[in-house]
């Protein structure tokens, strides 16, 4: 079956620092990868996605690359604020796991905690 | 209103109560689901709709039983609760066949059952 693992938090990390987190997958089929943050009290909105091989995903600063050989979707960023601070969770979605719309397979969020 | 909603945000009830939760979404989008986020533990997918018809349950207890009226709301029932059910309830959407697999939260319903 589809997995994902992240590392678990929390991570505390000074303002202007650089952030990895790193997220690694098995799947069974040709996945595409995801990552989602969730600010205190609200859902999950997505920060960013790849859905092949060698592909970056990037948004807000944050950067993420698809690499198939090591089956790995690590999360960067080059100077981290402290409006960062949230839980962020790697996900995939496995086109052909379950056939049509299927859900996501999400690992257990990093919690990032930024300190001025 | 935009995106994914939910209501109600936050529903605290005892384990014999009968209460709903409700989604509605404002994507366009043709497939829904709901998650089950507890302390400590990945999301959990509990159902998916695609076109109205329910096409996974992941061995969800019947105490939970999802409605989908039509593609734009989502309804989760709850009956006969017990307190491990106590959670943050998520609501996503996406549109199925676009290619882009990409799903859409709402902000979730937080459940307390005593």
């Known amino acids: 079956g589809n997995s994902v693992t992240q590392m678990e938090g929390p991570v505390t990390l000074s303002e202007e620092a650089f952030l990895t987190i790193n997220c690694t997958y098995t799947?069974?089929?040709?996945?595409?990868l995801f990552w989602y943050v969730q600010y205190p009290g609200e859902g999950l909105q997505l920060l960013l996605k790849?859905?092949?091989?060698?592909d970056k995903g990037s948004n807000k600063g944050f950067e993420a690359t698809y690499r198939k050989e090591t089956t790995s979707f690590h999360l960067e960023k080059g100077s981290v604020q402290v409006s960062d601070s949230a839980v962020y969770f790697c996900?995939?979605?496995?086109?052909?796991?379950?056939?049509?719309?299927?859900?996501?397979?999400f690992g257990k969020g990093t919690h990032l905690i930024i300190q001025p | 209103e935009t995106g994914v909603t939910q209501t109600p945000r936050h529903l605290v009830m005892g384990m014999t109560n009968k209460k709903s939760l409700k989604c509605e979404q404002h994507?366009?989008?043709?497939?829904m689901y709901w998650y089950k986020q507890s302390a400590k533990k990945p999301l959990e997918l509990m159902f998916v709709?695609?076109?109205?018809?329910?096409?996974e349950n992941n061995s969800v207890p019947s105490r939970f039983s999802p409605e989908c009226p039509n593609s734009s709301h989502l309804f989760l029932h709850l009956h006969t609760l017990q307190p491990e059910d106590s959670a943050l309830y998520l609501c996503?959407?996406?549109?199925?066949?676009?290619?882009?697999?990409?799903?859409?939260f709402g902000p979730g319903t937080r459940l307390t059952v005593l």
């Open positions: 996503a959407s996406s549109q199925e066949g676009s290619g882009a697999d990409t799903q859409y």
């Open positions: 799947a069974t089929g040709y996945p595409s």
């Open positions: 790849a859905t092949k091989a060698d």
């Open positions: 996900a995939l979605s496995d086109m052909y796991s379950g056939g049509g719309a299927d859900g996501l397979t």
């Open positions: 994507l366009g989008h043709n497939a």
């Open positions: 709709y695609s076109l109205e018809e329910r096409v």
